[in-house]
């Protein structure tokens, strides 16, 4: 749990400072969950760059409460939470100035996002709240008051938890959870997770992941990892001490982001499930008659490669319903062994390309719009799936073929930028697993949105 806070003080001599205003945001790391917001009276002058800055002055704070009477609330609101803040240094030593004027030790963990966006989104001119929240495409309303603040830096940690590939802020969270919130009773942890589409980590008690899957139903998937009684399952299940999930929305992202850090972060219990996820792939030639010709092979990563599959049953599938769609020929697409016609040509559904009646260009035509239907190779496009709220997308990143990475988006703005959608993506590897798990979802939803971009402007 993450107390995420901005806070607004009256300027001054270092430790001499007071709280004029205060915002706190009670996050589980998905969503608010509990808020605080509150003008305090310092019961000292506000400096005047200070007042130009914020726009609260002492006539604002007259009868707003002192500090000692919303001390309680804050203590509460950020029990058991990491604080976290843009500049968490200087909001948490203020805090604790505070607390400690009431002869109250304040103590938390923090985490600042100032820091962490340096290490997950390198290269940013700047690192303000303002500037960074204006890189990434964040709308901010009341800039340099605490609600405003806050709320931003809620959204910017939304995406730093994104882009932690190693999961380091989820660990870290998990092992200052206390014990009461740790207890390994498979119900209690069952009953705590939502039925949503997502990736899941299984963590142990000192917050290690032992394993990562995804699921289009995480309540479901661990309440099977918990009864199952397969070797895996019974291993887990003496193991487990708590479940964190990240929710996608998108069965696409959760799929990439599952391959990905079980990749990274080699779990456990994932190291003996490694295997292809592909075993066969669709090629083309051209033969010495100028017909691109389509075969299904072993996938062994070789050029012209257009897609894969998860097996040769699924490829042949495949090519069967492309020669019906595209009115391609049996014999050049490696389904009708013969030395002359094919058996569609005998019953006048080919236009008789496998004895070179067809014009090559024509029939080349049709297949051209099958790899181009099928493949991504040299595109420079945006996948656009489901996101994690009903006002969210999702967004799959490729640049000239290469598949870039994925991140969440709330404006068209964010992805009609290019320099915008590259600071909101989180980096992925593009290996052969990534390929396959794109090409196959493609396939399989026909009507997905495709957005072509332009990454020379």
Known sequence: MYAILDIETTGGQYNEEGITEIAIYKFDGHNVVDKFISLVNPEREIQPFVVNLTGINSKMLKNAPKFYEVAKRIVEITEDCIIVAHNAEFDYRILRTEFKRLGFGFKRKTLCTVELSKQ???????YSLGKLTRALGIPVSDRHRANGDAMATVKLFKILLSKDLEKNIIKNNVKVESKKKMDSNHRQIIDALPSVTGVYYIHDKDGKIIYIGKSKNIKHRINQHLTNDNSKSKKIQLQIATVTYEITGSELVALLKESEEIKRIKPLHNRALRRNTFTHALYHFIDANGY???KIDKANGTE???TTFTNRQSAKSFMFKAVEDYELCQKLTGLYSTKSNCFNYTIKTCDGACINEEASTDYNNRVNQLINKNSYA????IIIDKGRDIDERSAIYIEDGVFKGLGFFD???????????KSIITPMENNRDAQHIIQNYLRRNKNLKIVQINTST
């Not at 040299?378 to 496009?381: F, G, L």
């Not at 404006?411 to 959608?421: A, D, G, M, R």
């Open 304 to 306: 012209n490669l257009i």
């Open 378 to 381: 040299n595109k420079d496009m």
């Open 120 to 126: 997950l989104i390198p290269e940013q001119a700047s």
């Open 411 to 421: 404006l068209n703005y964010q992805i009609n930028n290019v320099e915008v959608l």
């Open 292 to 294: 691109i010709n389509l």
